[in-house]
């Protein structure tokens, strides 16, 4: 199991703290210290697609024009890692992204 997102992110903490409670072993890869790679990236996209990846409430989102966020690309998200939502969760062939009790529930 693998978590990508932000070390300071408070959704990926909450997440972090869940999966500790619950004494699951992941995997975690901070996007700003460990950039994902364009495959890692793209295997991303083809299993959940671009409108459950991208945060558009983010500030990174929001600062875009209106042309850049009609054309989101893997160049522009790897240059701009913090449009991915967070939480990332990579449990095998299954990706989940956010973090609810829940969803999380649901996955262990």
């Known amino acids: 199991m693998k978590m990508y997102g932000i070390k300071n992110c408070d959704s990926v903490k909450k997440a972090q703290k869940f999966l500790q409670a619950q004494d699951i072993d992941f995997e975690f ?11 890692t990236l793209q295997g991303f996209v083809d299993v959940i697609g671009w409108d459950k990846l991208i945060n558009k409430r983010s500030t990174t989102y929001r600062n875009f024009s209106d042309a850049e966020k009609q054309n989101i690309t893997l160049a522009l998200t790897l240059k701009n890692p913090t449009l991915i939502k967070r939480p990332v969760l990579v449990t095998g062939d299954d ?3 956010g973090f609810s009790e829940k969803l999380y529930s649901d996955l262990i």
């Open 95 to 97: 990706i989940t992204v």
């Open 29 to 39: 890869i901070d996007f700003r210290q460990n950039p994902i790679d364009e495959q």
